[in-house]
Each structure stands twice: as structure tokens, then as C-alpha cells.
């Protein structure tokens, strides 16, 4: 059976709303990557060496990285080879296979991209980020899906450095129905998350979800200020944070990449969120971040809605890339 026939399987079992919204979200990259690679087989008939030349060139300006490409070319050679392919139409389905190897890698498929919440008691999960990659949009969406799958849920204001964050969060609290513990605007973020802790603790909350800064007068304060929110979460709760988000623009290309890569270092970041994924079409930076870090995308946000915040499959995201060759299987 060809890749392209079961993904459709594999995604047959899960909701035709999934690959909608997937392909829907990724039309500006599917537009942009799928036409230049239509055009590369267009152009060479026979699979040689300055077919994978060009097809590297076009998997760098998706933004793939050139870690991950010089990776992914070693292994589309060594499976042309293998396979016997001689036409370069039968390499596209090839590229989309090797996408999803890529980004599971060892791991079990599905597994990483899971949410780890305390199974009993409070679940607590810190989102870190730069201002204006939608960290606080981020939160407001994922406290939206969180209650529909029957979770309660609070939110703690603890971004008290940039003037409006307090308001901007309490807005979406709002919008989605949950408490939010705040503080006035320059007060100490760890003062506030410790008191949103409390406050969920004693209401019996089952997530709280806490904003932080994404700015200080350096990057070296903006990290202690985070090691010290950690350490005042892991004093009250052992084992938390439960996760630790990292929010990121996909439309920022490599400067996420660099983003990535600085949080990393500083803080345990256990997951990524990439914000507007439907505006780039550059959505090869999934990939780069995976390989490269090894840290799994938790979640993607797939357009303006509440319910666009969507759990990262790799599958639908491939499909989301494919999905016009995809669907004439």
C-alpha cells in the first residue's frame, strides 16, 4: 500500500474535522512548497544529483533547517537507491514519509505530542515566550479546550512587566468562562503564581495555567525571573510544572529556531507551541525544531478561532503539506 493511502487511513480514524482544519491551516505553506516541488519534478525527469541539489535548496526555504535537510537528503538517496526509483514524481511520496519518520524518530507516534497533566491533584503548566508570538492568546485557547474536555480551570497573570498583559489575559479569561489571579502591573510574577496555586488548590481546580514575562531589561533577568517562578511552583508542588510551554511564531522562521534554542538552555522546556502556523509558508520549522532540539510540538495554532488551537499530529501536518496529492488517492 502507498504512504499517501494510508495516511488517509490513519486519518480516517480520527475526525475529518483534524484534517480540515490542517489542511485549511496550511495552505499558504502547501501552496508554497507544493508548487515549488511540482515545478522541480516538472523539470527533471530522472532522480540524479542535481534533482536533490534543487530539492534541497526548496526544503531550506521551507524552512526545514539545513541540519535537518542535509539529514533528510542522506536518507531520500539511500531510499531511491534502495527502491529502484528512477522517476522523480515517485520521490514526492517518498519526501512526505521520511517527514513523519523525521519527527517521531524513535518515539512512539502520537505519544509526545500529549499533554502531561497530574492525574490526581493540581496540574500546573508555565507557558515562556518572547512578547508578541501570541503566548497569551495561546493560553486563552488551551483554557477554552481544556474545559471542553470537562477540566476546570485558572489562570494565573504572572506577565506583570508588559502594560496591558493583566487586562489582555482577564479578557480571555472572560471569553472562556475561567478565574483569573492577578495582581497590579509591576508586582513580583512569583508573588502571583504562588496565590494563583492557592487559589486553585483550595477551589479544587484540576489546571492552572500561568502567563509569564517575555521581557526583561536582559535575557539573563528574564531567565531568573523564570528560574525563580520554578522554583516557588516546585516548592508548593513537587512535582510540577507539569509542562513547560515554549510559544513560538512559525512566521519568525529561524529567529524561532534561535528563540527555541535560548529557552532551552535556560529553562526545561517541555513542549512547543507554534502560533500562527496558518500565516507562513514557511511551516518547515516544526520539523527543524524537533530535529534539531528534540523537543516535541505540543500544539499548533491553525487560525483566529478558539477551537484553532490544535494538538500537533504530524500526520495531519504532513497531510496538511500534501494533501492535493494526498486526496486524489
Not at 479546550?145 to 479578557?171: H, P, W
Not at 529561524?254 to 509558508?281: C, E, H, R, Y
Amino acid at each position: 500500500m502507498s504512504f499517501f493511502k494510508k495516511l488517509k487511513e490513519k486519518l480516517n480514524l480520527k475526525t475529518e474535522e483534524t484534517s480540515d482544519k490542517y489542511k485549511d491551516g496550511l495552505s499558504k505553506t502547501r501552496n508554497s512548497f507544493a508548487t515549488k516541488l511540482n515545478d522541480l519534478v516538472a523539470k527533471y525527469r530522472k532522480v540524479d544529483e542535481a534533482f536533490f541539489e534543487e530539492l534541497e535548496e526548496v526544503l531550506i526555504t521551507a524552512d526545514v533547517g539545513v541540519n535537518t535537510v542535509m539529514e533528510l537528503i542522506d536518507e531520500l538517496e539511500m531510499e531511491v537507491k534502495r527502491r529502484k526509483i528512477k522517476d522523480t514524481s515517485e520521490v514526492v511520496e517518498v519526501i512526505s514519509e521520511k517527514l513523519v519518520e523525521i519527527y517521531y524518530g524513535d518515539d512512539e507516534e502520537g505519544d509526545i505530542e500529549k499533554l502531561h497533566l497530574n492525574e490526581e491533584g493540581l496540574s500546573v503548566i508555565l507557558f515562556v515566550g518572547v512578547n508578541g508570538v501570541g503566548k497569551t492568546t495561546t493560553i486563552g485557547k488551551l483554557a477554552h479546550r481544556l474545559k471542553e474536555e470537562g477540566k476546570s480551570v485558572m489562570l494565573a497573570a504572572g506577565d506583570t512587566f508588559r502594560a496591558g498583559a493583566i487586562d489582555q489575559l482577564n479578557v480571555w479569561g472572560d471569553r472562556v468562562g475561567v478565574e483569573v489571579v492577578k495582581h497590579s502591573e509591576g508586582s513580583d510574577p512569583a508573588a502571583v503564581i504562588y496565590d494563583g496555586i492557592q487559589a486553585a488548590k483550595s477551589r479544587g481546580v484540576d489546571v492552572l495555567l500561568c502567563d509569564t514575562a517575555g521581557r526583561l531589561q536582559n535575557k539573563v533577568n528574564l531567565m531568573n525571573e523564570l528560574e525563580k517562578v520554578k522554583r516557588v511552583i516546585s516548592k508548593e508542588i513537587p512535582d510540577a510544572p507539569h509542562e513547560v510551554l515554549l510559544v513560538l511564531d512559525a512566521t519568525t522562521g529561524q529567529n524561532a529556531m534561535s528563540q527555541a534554542k535560548t529557552f532551552s538552555q535556560s529553562t526545561n522546556v517541555t513542549g512547543i507551541v507554534l502560533s500562527k502556523l496558518d500565516g507562513t509558508a514557511k511551516g518547515g520549522i516544526i520539523l527543524a525544531i524537533r530535529n534539531e532540539l528534540s523537543i516535541p510540538v505540543k500544539f499548533v495554532g491553525l487560525g483566529e478561532k478558539v477551537t484553532d488551537l490544535q494538538p500537533f499530529d504530524a500526520n495531519a501536518y504532513v497531510y496538511g503539506l500534501f494533501a492535493d496529492l494526498v486526496d486524489k488517492e
